[in-house]
């Protein structure tokens, strides 16, 4: 697990073993441990080189061991006599130094680094902080305003950074451990007290206090109730304020009480529930790891609106040869226009080269001859992608896949009329595609395996986060919305204001509020949405609409504010008011507060008080039982997929790990029975009658989490 050389010069190599980002486990911590105490052993050893294997220093502590009784050695103890040591220490970093990995390299008295490498302390994203002395010697190495903003965002930095703020002695574009060889050679005999961060007095200046209050603010604002940011300030301000020891003191209880919070459970859970989604699996058994994905170079792009417009952009970014078709030149030149501008924009800000080259813009079917995949991304309606499809299979070669960037659509009647309807999958990305990480890859009932692998390929090839979920109306994510949504609606309709239900949902953690964010998408796009599905007719009272559609409760409210041409930011007035269209700042509109007034009194609804409790209660438990119908109905393969769905697609809270997560950790049978006890109150919304699936989960003892997929196998073979 740590690899001990003794090298020709008086230089010991103390290799990181632990595939597959050398990760600090109990064992790795252990090897270190004995190894440096070889080298200290050893009077030929004048110098001591830390390297990873497969040229990767180290991703940091093994986060699987933070769920399961610690042992071994404590890294920072560790850490600690690595610095204290009277031989030289030198870290070599290759890949990626992160977290305890880049603690462990600042204990070291000299740091290298090879300029591809990736440096950063990203623990704030895993709900606590750099818990080995990270906040406290990083500060005395770059000051305290730099220390403050790596720490609470956790951003990682390029080699060429971390030398111009003092974290890395060197960058080399050879060899890292070479060079650090050679670094040790040269410093070998000179005094080490100066090297040694623990060392150095606190950071101090005359600003700290107000740097501090800064970067306060800014961690609040941004991190919406999460914790661990605003230990990380508190972390770097002792750093600044007291000796090392002390700093160190307070390092830890703020860590103590991060490391035990739900917080932290969430957002590790998040970092695995992101890293498995990719490990896909359908019911006919065919999986990620038995499924050969065939490359994809060239991919056209059907439709230049802003969904094909974003999906360009990102194939394009990633390398990929683009055919962009637009159906009449008036559209194909704004199209043109729009993805040029942002390309242009990116390469300018990466510093890049324009990648402009890979792009051509066509108005003709044939010029789609020779792609490996489509991507049709045309207006959100079955007749018009039907008839794109099966004018596609005129053109395209037999093994071309057709993909839709459908938000909901049936993908199995648009596969019906193509003539490979085993190269027919969903790739349903979200607003705007070229800046959203979600990416859900659908599979119809005949869609291939191969199919399924390619999509996903793909997907990870543009850097989206990708979900392969079945095909039924909206999918996952949009399937749940759809209750999120109405119950936010009834939440009006019985006595809340738009603002009230926002400021219990950002509160909670979303980074907007469910009527914020429809007043940013459009409210019309809806209102078209359930035209086309004939929730609204001519047979509807515009004026006194029903409150009773399709058999079940529904609320007209939004189809009302349509009718005032309110369809939110981009006409100025939506849910809130705006002072211009296309304005951002939403404010309470006054106009509204009356007309929902007017609307209860119409309807002879008596306004009720709502807590925030209830918002909450009403919107999240609904979003977890649908997501119970998925996994039942087996759309999404686990509850991680689900939660991962709504993490990179629809803002929930990180630290809240997802809906189902969120639903594990308040508990299944409190989710349960306020499912009852609200659905006894509305027993004309069927949606809030609890899932089988909860119900049974109680029954059984409400297992954690990470059991839940056999429960849900054990269902699915009692059907
Ligand atoms: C810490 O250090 C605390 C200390 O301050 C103080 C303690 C007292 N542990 O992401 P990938 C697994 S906290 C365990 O797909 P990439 C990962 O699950 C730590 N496992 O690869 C996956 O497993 P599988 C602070 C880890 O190339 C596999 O490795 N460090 C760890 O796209 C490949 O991962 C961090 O927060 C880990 N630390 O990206 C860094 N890291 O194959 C977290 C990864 O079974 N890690 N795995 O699915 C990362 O950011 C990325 O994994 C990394 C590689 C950039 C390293």
Redesign the pocket.
Known sequence: MARYTRLTEPIALITLNN???N???SAVRSGIVDSVSQALKDDQVKAVVFCGENR?F?????????SGSMSGP???RMIHSIEASEKLMVAAIE??A??????LALGCHYRVANTKA?L????V??G?????G?TQRLPRLTGITAALELITT?R?ISAQEALQLGIVDQVTEGNAVQAAMELALSVIGQPLNPRRLSLRPPVWSADVDSVCEVALARVKQHSRGAMAPVACVQAVRAAAMLPYSKGMEKERQL?DTL?RSSQARALQYA??A???A??WSLPNGARWNNTKARDVQRVGVIGLGTMGRGIAVSLVKAGLSVVALESDAKQLESGKKAVTAMLQRDAQRRGVGSPLHLLTFALSFHQLKDVDLVIEAVFEDMNLKKRVFSDLCKVLRAGTLICTNTSGLNVDELAKVTDRQHLVVGMHFFAPAHVMKLLEVVYGSRSSPEAVAVAMALGKRIQKVCVAVGNCPGFVGNRMLKLYMDQSLYLLEEGATPEQVDQALEEFGFAMGIFKVADLSGLDVGWRVRKASGLIGPDIDPVNPSRWRLGQRYCPLPDMLCQQGRFGQKTGRGWYLYNSPGSKEAKPDPEILNFLEDYRLKYGITPQRISSQEVIERCAFSLANEGFRILEDGIAAGPEDIDVIYLFGYGWPRHRGGPMFYASQVGLSVVLEKMEHYHRIHPDVPSLEPSRLLRRLVAEGSPPIQQWRNHIKNLHSQL
């Open positions: 595939p597959p980002v990760a600090l486990s990767m180290s991703g940091g502590a093994d986060i699987k061991e933070f404590p890294l920072v890949g990626v992160l977290g305890g990995g880049l603690e990736r950063g302390l990203p623990e994203t895993l606590f902080l750099p818990g080995a990270g956790g990682q860590m490391f970092f695995f992101q890293r498995n990719g490990k």
